[in-house]
């Protein structure tokens, strides 16, 4: 007998595009993991409409509603934990967890970020590869801890860095990584926690 699948909730805060190639992995019937929840911090973020429209479970929580960002947190933690939710994707969410959310959901809290970690950690990564004259950049999902970017590295995936590349051009080729790494990267972490 197939053991049950990893449920997953995936957090974002807007378009939702690599939380669209998580969903759409985990409707291969033997990928280990299915969406259970797509948690946003903002009502208005269009990847809650994508998740809906592919019949999976969708919350908004606003910071604002909450007495602190401990009171938040720990709103997000119990809507996760209240749909069986076992690993944590974060796909754009754009607001820095707390510790307590973070060790929490230590080893099992995911983030893919658009650059070769340790390299370009927080905000305008393609911007900043340029600039560097760098000759490659990807992206990394790794494990979230309390460090921004920091936590251990579990796949990357590079591009080259062309002639002529704008911040735009070069984000796309990114993005088109990130959408084959973040579910095969999500799969392992499923299988690994599936055979603990």
């Not at 269009?46 to 960002?69: F, H, I, N, Q, W």
């Not at 069986?84 to 893919?112: D, H, K, P, Q, T």
């Not at 002639?163 to 095969?184: F, I, K, N, S, W």
């Amino acid at each position: 007998m197939v053991s049950a699948r990893v449920k997953v909730g995936v957090m974002i805060s807007g378009r939702g595009s690599n939380m669209a190639a998580l969903i759409e992995a985990s409707r291969a019937p033997d990928y280990p993991a299915e969406i259970a929840l797509v948690l946003s911090n903002k009502a208005d973020a269009p990847g809650l409409a994508v998740a809906a429209a592919a019949d999976v479970e969708t919350l908004a929580l606003s910071a604002k509603a909450y007495a602190d960002k401990d009171a938040f947190e720990a709103a997000l933690d119990a809507a996760l934990k209240a749909r069986g939710v076992e690993i944590v994707c974060l796909a754009g969410y754009m607001r820095i967890l707390g510790r307590a959310f973070v060790e929490g959901w230590s080893g099992r809290l995911v983030n893919i970020h658009p650059s070769l970690l340790p390299l370009y950690k927080g905000l305008h990564t393609h911007e900043r590869a340029l600039a560097d004259g760098a000759r490659e950049h990807g992206c990394t999902v790794h494990l979230v801890t309390p460090e921004l970017d920091d936590g251990p590295i579990l796949a990357q995936a590079r591009v080259p860095v062309l002639a002529g590349d704008d911040p735009d051009r070069l984000a796309a080729r990114v993005l088109a990584e990130e959408h084959r790494l973040y579910p095969a990267a999500l799969a392992e972490l499923a299988r690994r926690l599936r055979a603990a």
